[in-house]
Each structure stands twice: as C-alpha cells, then as structure tokens.
C-alpha cells in the first residue's frame, strides 16, 4: 500500500456541539467555546513553561490547526516553491507526529529536474527541501507541519524531514562545498527546532530507511566532513 492510499491513523477532525437540547433559558455554549475560553482562562494563571506545554495540547484538539500563511518557509533564506499536493500530506506535526529525524537525499540529477519532478502530481514523491551544487541555493517545497512522501517508509515519512541535494551517487563533483554548508546549515537548524542531537542517529542517508531499495546519498557523500559542518553550525535559540 502506497502512502497516498494508507489510512491516516491521524485523531478524525469533525465539528463538534450539544445534542439540541434545552435545558436551561440560556443558548447553549459549543464544546470548541469552552475549549477556547478555558484554555485562555488557563494560561493566564500558568507560568510560562506550564503555558507553553498547555499552547503543544491546544493543537492536539480534533478540529484545529495551527496558523499557516502562504509562501511561510521554515528555514532562514529559503526560497518557497510548493510542491504538488499529491506528493505530500497535510499534517500538524511535530503535535500529531513527532519529527525524530533528517533523511538525506541525492537526487540523481539537476536541481532544475527535482524541482520540476516535485511538482508533478503523477510523480507521487517529494522532499521538503531541495539544495542546488552551485551555489547552495535552497528551496523549500513542502512544510515542515506536512508529511512528505520521501523516504519510500510510512513512518519515516511522518517523523522526518526530507532534504534533496542535486547531484548523482556515482560523481563525487556534483556534491561542492557550497552543498555541504548550506545542507549542514539547513540540517542543524531542523535539528534545533525540533531539539534533537546532531549526529548519526538522527541524520541518516535514505539508504539507511528500513525497507527502501535507494543507495543515496551514496559512497561519495562526505559524512565525517559533513557531520563536521553540522556540529559546528552555532546554535539557534527557539
């Protein structure tokens, strides 16, 4: 089964509200109203960590999304380029899925291709970011809220995010220094966001997803110079 066809195993959304009864002289109050004015009430009397915690459980509530605005990239600098909405899920993670992971990818061609591949709705696949060999330049196709379809594995789909390199496995040229800072940079900075450690067990090639039959990033890509590049990158506060 395809992830475009799997279950969501996601909470259902559905609208919610009282049975129509009248028990009182008063128009009855919805369930999301008191949801919305005791979670207000609430974090006024909280201090700023209970606050924050009581914010994450907000958006675990069937019925809400967070706040998005159109064109918003996640990474600094980014260009946003959306891919097609049959090459990823709308999703709200990490509060419905936690992200765990960075997956590494090659893409086997030019970034002009992974682009252009990403935006096709029959292609069923993209990343979430795509890093040119030129000049480093990055694009972000798919938000980090959504899962993407990358990594060929259900469930590293859902708790990682996907960045494409342009390149090919076999040609060590195609991956420049200019590759390797702005992906160290890009791979830290997720990392930041989502509090996980900087190495090997949470940044992993797609030849490393259990299941899949891709050999990317492949034997050329550099991964003690890279790791290198990524534990140096200064930390960003949240």
Not at 60 to 87: C, F, I, Q
Not at 134 to 144: A, H, I, L, P, Y
Request: hydrophobic share 30%; proline share 7%; charged share 30%.
């Amino acid at each position: 089964m395809n992830e475009r066809n799997a279950p969501d195993h996601r909470r259902s959304r559905r609208a919610d509200g009282t049975d129509g009864t009248d028990r009182t002289s008063r128009p009855s109050i919805g369930r999301r109203a008191l949801l919305v004015g005791g979670v207000a009430a609430g974090l006024g009397a909280l201090g700023y960590a209970a606050r924050d915690e009581v914010a994450r459980t907000w958006w675990r509530v069937p019925g809400v999304d967070r706040p998005r605005t159109e064109g918003e990239v996640d990474h600094p600098g980014a260009d946003w380029l959306p891919a097609s909405e049959a090459n990823w899920r709308r999703a709200d993670r990490p509060y419905d899925y936690t992200v765990d992971r960075v997956v590494i990818h090659v893409i086997q061609g030019p970034y002009p291709v992974a682009l252009k591949v990403f935006q096709d709705p029959s292609h069923r696949a993209a990343t979430h970011y795509v890093v040119r060999t030129s000049d480093g330049k990055v694009t972000q196709m798919v938000r980090e809220l959504d899962v993407a379809y990358h990594a060929g594995n259900r469930e590293y789909n859902e708790r990682s995010v996907g960045i494409e390199h342009e390149g090919f496995v076999d040609r060590p040229e195609t991956i420049t220094d200019a590759t390797y800072r702005a992906s160290a940079a890009l791979t830290a900075g997720i990392c930041d966001r989502y509090g996980l450690p900087r190495d090997r067990e949470h940044i992993i090639g797609h030849v490393e997803v259990p299941g899949t039959d891709h050999t990317d990033p492949g034997p050329h890509w550099d991964w003690d110079r890279y790791m290198r590049m990524v534990r140096d990158v200064p930390v960003r506060k949240a």
